[in-house]
């Protein structure tokens, strides 16, 4: 579930509802990368976020954090059941909360990831993350390459984009439900066995592990960590049979079936993240 808009939509908005402070911010951002950089992607974002134009120039992480202050500036606190901040995990064919024939929709679906930070007066604003790298540690495999820089594109958007409205509960229900679906498909095949693989369940905890550094704020629902708890093992599944199914499945029959057991959870998962996220943004303007 972890990436970068995840991280600084759920803690910067913390910070603007007064359940975290800027230091908790900066430090969720630095577990993806050393620096960061944001910077307007037009005019309009520009006189919105108080970021230079037409002259562009990297502002620090700091600025950062201004930017998406300023951005909410003036406006009121969000309704009962809204939060100031909004993320997305877009990909080709489902783009739920973004603004169609945009750049910074086409931007997102690269980066499969996407924040929104709602303004005043329909005054939105959208920031994109781009990882930057080193090109001297490049090679023809970049995989385990630490990223130097994240830098952050800042759009303007005509009006408030709606967020998606999946309720929690259904999405945890729809959740378990593809789980026992695909389990009961894929543990006919023996993926692990088959493939040689004597400890499938520990490469599953090994992708789990990898992402466990990274922290909620204080005011998460519990109900939507377990959500996200689970979609992270559901999807650390997907990663682990996903690999195995070359060498593990006896036929190209078999692999057929694998493949359509596991392609149904990866839309589920995402629709449970989207979920679990939101619930924890809303939270934090509750009481």
């Known amino acids: 579930m972890w990436c970068p808009s ?19 911010v900066l430090d969720a951002l630095s577990a993806w990368a050393p620096k960061h950089s944001v910077t307007a992607y037009d005019a309009v974002a520009a006189d919105r976020t108080g970021l230079p134009w037409p002259d562009v120039i990297d502002a620090g992480v700091v600025s ?38 945009t750049q910074f929709q086409e931007d997102a679906i690269i980066a499969g990831e996407a924040l929104i930070v709602y303004g005043p007066q329909s005054a939105a ?60 498909a894929l543990g006919a095949l023996q993926l692990g066995s088959a493939g040689g ?27 939507a960590l377990q959500v996200l708890e689970n979609a992270a093992h559901v999807d650390a599944i997907i990663t682990v049979s996903s690999g195995l199914m070359p060498i593990g499945t006896q036929s190209s029959s078999e692999a057929q079936i694998a493949t359509d057991a596991l392609r149904p959870l990866e839309s589920v998962v995402r629709s449970a993240r989207i979920a679990a996220v939101n619930t924890i943004l809303r939270s934090a303007w509750q009481g």
């Open 125 to 184: 604003i959208g920031l994109v993350p781009e990882f930057e790298y080193d090109d001297s540690e490049l090679t023809g495999d970049d995989q385990g390459i630490e990223p130097c820089a994240l830098t952050w594109t800042v759009y303007s958007l005509h009006g408030n984009p709606i967020p998606d409205p999946m309720d929690l509960r259904e999405a945890e229900y729809a959740l378990k439900s593809a789980v026992r679906s695909a389990a009961e």
């Open 64 to 101: 950062l954090l201004q930017t998406v202050r300023t951005a909410v500036r003036g406006g009121d606190r969000p309704s009962p059941g809204h939060a100031a901040i909004g993320v997305v995990l877009p990909i080709p064919g489902d783009v739920r909360g973004l603004p169609p024939g």
């Open 197 to 223: 693989i004597d400890d499938p369940r520990g490469l599953v905890e090994q992708v789990l592990e990898a992402h466990r550094h990274h922290r909620t704020p204080d005011n998460a629902p519990t109900r």
């Open 6 to 24: 995840v991280s600084l939509s759920v803690w910067a908005n913390a910070w603007l509802a007064g359940s975290a402070a800027p230091d908790d």
